[in-house]
């Protein structure tokens, strides 16, 4: 009865383990860390740190905006610093990519344009190529960020988060976006 | 043994590749903004046929619209009456012997302190719609005592 118990205990343990790592974040929680790791065989980190190869990206700031007056809807709205990107490339070089996966706008918006822009503040990279460093603005597809070649250490990118001049075209309402990062490897 | 197979099969189905999002919003509020801009000095009675027939200020004043809802613009009179400013200048001009009119278009509408309709237009700013000149009609006629007067005209710009 007692190894019944045990065994019970070590499935229980290895369950909710690996269902952590498969964790897809709730996006509508800002501050949150969301990140989706490889499954390469070097599972000995739970924190990205001891991954080979791994893309975490970091919430610093709301990612929200209020357009209220003239000069909001003239002007650049920028949040500086919003998003870290946190990547390791131990096994190849990779690519990074960012795209709008999801924009929820009011009745009778127009949907097809969307006014956010990425902006790279800052990274530590030495191994970086293809860095976009103008303002991004981005769309329903993947655009690149940047490269980095394959290296042991942790690199960090950091980028502000930009809404563009709207004008007055814009009826009023709630519009909702999700930027999708993802890194890939040949 | 049967723990190890459990495991690995959990570790599978959770790779989903490397790439992770974050999510935000922004609220837009509805927004009507008019900008008057005065575009002429004092309106001088100088000679009989300014007295006979009046005196028309053409783009007598600018006004500028952003709204990013189909709009209306209504004017009207602050006041019955003008206001006198100088000792001879009556109390008693109504508003009027003012009438206003959109630069370019025909027909003036007189000035009272019913609001009235001067233009609506759609959402946005900018186009000829949005920024445009007014013209203005003085025809006090004979009956007001020379002097300097002024009346205070109200601009309200409502969301259709």
């Known amino acids: 009865m007692r190894y019944i118990y045990v065994i019970a205990l070590i499935l229980f343990t290895g369950f909710y383990t690996f269902s952590q790592g498969a964790y897809k974040g709730d996006d509508d929680d800002d501050n949150k860390k969301e990140k989706y790791k490889d499954d390469d065989d070097d599972d000995d980190g739970k924190g990205g740190g001891g991954d080979k190869n791994y893309l975490e990206v970091d919430l610093h700031s709301s990612i929200n905006f209020t357009v209220s007056q003239p000069s909001h809807f003239e002007n650049t709205q920028t949040i500086n610093n919003a998003i870290k990107l946190k990547f390791k490339t131990k096994d190849s070089d990779c690519s990074v990519f960012a795209k709008i996966s999801s924009y929820n706008t009011p009745q009778g918006a127009n949907s097809n344009v969307i006014p956010i822009e990425l902006e790279m503040r800052s990274n530590d990279s030495k191994k970086a190529m293809s860095v976009m460093t103008q303002p991004l603005q981005l769309t329903l597809y993947d655009q690149l960020l940047f490269k980095n070649k394959k290296e042991n250490s942790t690199n960090n990118f950091f980028y502000d988060v930009r809404l563009m001049p709207l004008g007055y075209d814009y009826p009023e309402g709630q519009y909702s976006f999700t930027i999708l990062f993802t890194m890939t490897q040949p | ?160």
């Open chain 2, 1 to 160: 043994m049967i723990i190890s197979f459990v495991v690995l099969g959990q570790v599978s189905a959770g790779a989903q590749g490397k790439n992770g999002s974050v999510s935000g919003h922004f609220i837009v509020y509805s927004i009507q903004s008019i900008t008057v801009t005065s575009l002429s000095g004092v309106i001088a009675f100088n000679t009989p046929n300014d007295y006979f027939n009046g005196v028309i200020a053409n783009n007598y004043a600018n006004i500028k619209i952003k709204s990013n809802t189909n709009w209306i613009v209504s004017f009207s009179a602050q006041s019955t009456y003008f206001t006198a400013l100088s000792k001879n200048a009556s109390t008693d001009m109504p508003a009027g012997v003012m009438a206003i009119r959109i630069n370019g278009h025909s027909g003036f509408k007189t000035l009272s302190t019913q609001s009235q309709k001067l233009r609506n237009g759609p959402k946005g700013s900018g186009t000829d719609k949005h920024d445009f000149n007014i013209d203005v009609n003085f025809n006090p006629g004979f009956e007001y005592g020379g002097g300097l007067y002024s009346m205070g005209i109200v601009y309200t710009l409502t969301k259709q």
